[in-house]
């Protein structure tokens, strides 16, 4: 067996059951297989597509006009020592702490082809910036579907708190293997940064027009790719449930969880959340009435950290022909799932009220509305966040690296 194919036998014939199997019972239940595929098709196309290709498109815009090597030369003070990955995966974290997953694996893969990372650089940045947008957060998890906005706070700041923990975790994953090269000290941070802008555009070389078409049809080669997880996922989830495989995961996680407390109105939201985050969110939701609320939260956070495996099969084909492998990416969503739990409970006593004072009112009701309007102003308020977030990192990155070219010249002294 070749090195590019080390799948073992069992595993082969284990993939082609599987596949039969949905096949089959898309077969034998036709019409709840077309009405899972229709409210698929109704969330992407009304929410997804429309949310995300702007900074899709923007996003590759911004990596041709060469702002991401600007911002990789400006950052590498801060992104190396604290994530070990190169200065310019501080661009993924922005975009992935804006606009959502899966956008920063597509970035972590479109950096890994322009050999702007290594392998391994890659599998750390892909798993820590793989995290959920606040409007979805505040608006569809804590009012569309707990009806409590102040939980969204908790939710959030659990939900980063532990993406961040998860990153400084992962700064020791495959620390033997080769980093990228370090950007040099010599000279002013912010002539090298502009410096590698214009290197960048001029190795680029593709016309304005040319770069605005190629963004536009990547971005939504991607979203069509993405739409297609989602109904595949919402297929697959109902036909699972309606065989009794739902309930069964539902038995077993019970009988692991219920020492620890877990009130078992939460165990079909943890199932479903398993397969699909918005639905394991919003069935959590629904236990509010049954189970603890606190009890509740943690689930939701765990569920929007795991992200899904739909989520997970769109980053595996996202990465494919780049060498970077999903398994960090999974293990990572594991930690970070419990990271978030453990802060979420942490969170809830004596931070949560403190912190609700501050949730935004805007929130409320972009995931409500739907049309021009609410889009416009979701893209409005994710990119003002993006902005605000890329500023707050250039600035820290400029601190760091004034302060390490400052104890260079104090040891030279």
Known sequence: MTSKNRLSYPGAYLIALIAVSVTVSMVFFPEDAFLAAVKGLDVWWNIVFPALLPFFIGAELLMGLGVVHFMGVLLEPLMR????????????????????????????????????????????LMSFTNTADPLFMFGAVAVGMFGLPQVGVAIAAAHYLSSLTTGILLRFY???????????????????????????????GRPMGQLMGDAVRNS??????????????????????????????????????????????????????????????????????????????????????????????????????????????????FIHAVLATVYTYVLWGPLAPVLSRYSVPVFLSLEQARGPAALWWRTYHLGWRFLLVCLFLMACGFVAGTAKRLKVFVFRR
């Open 220 to 333: 939504v080669n991607s979203l069509l790719m993405i739409g297609g997880f989602i109904i595949l996922f919402s297929v697959i989830i109902r036909i699972l449930t309606i065989i009794g495989v739902v309930g069964v995961l539902s038995r077993l996680l019970m009988s692991v969880l219920s020492p620890l407390g877990l009130d078992p109105a939460l165990t079909p939201a943890i199932i479903s959340g398993l397969f699909e985050v918005t639905l394991g969110s919003q069935l959590a939701g629904q236990a509010t009435a049954s189970a603890p609320l606190v009890q509740t939260v943690m689930v939701a956070g765990a569920v929007i950290a795991w992200s899904g495996l739909s989520v997970h099969a769109q980053v595996a084909s996202i990465i494919s022909g780049t060498g970077m492998k999903i398994t960090p990416f999974v293990i990572a969503r």
């Open 81 to 124: 020592p604290l994530f070990n990955v190169p200065g310019a995966g501080s661009f993924v974290m922005a975009m992935g702490l804006a606009s959502g997953f899966p956008i920063g694996s597509i970035l972590t893969a479109r950096l890994r082809r322009e050999e702007m990372c290594t392998k391994v650089e890659g599998e750390r």
């Open 174 to 204: 495959g620390r033997k293997e080769p980093n990228s090269p370090e950007e040099q000290n010599s000279g002013r941070l912010i002539r090298r940064a502009f410096d590698a802008l214009y290197i960048a555009r001029k190795k680029d």
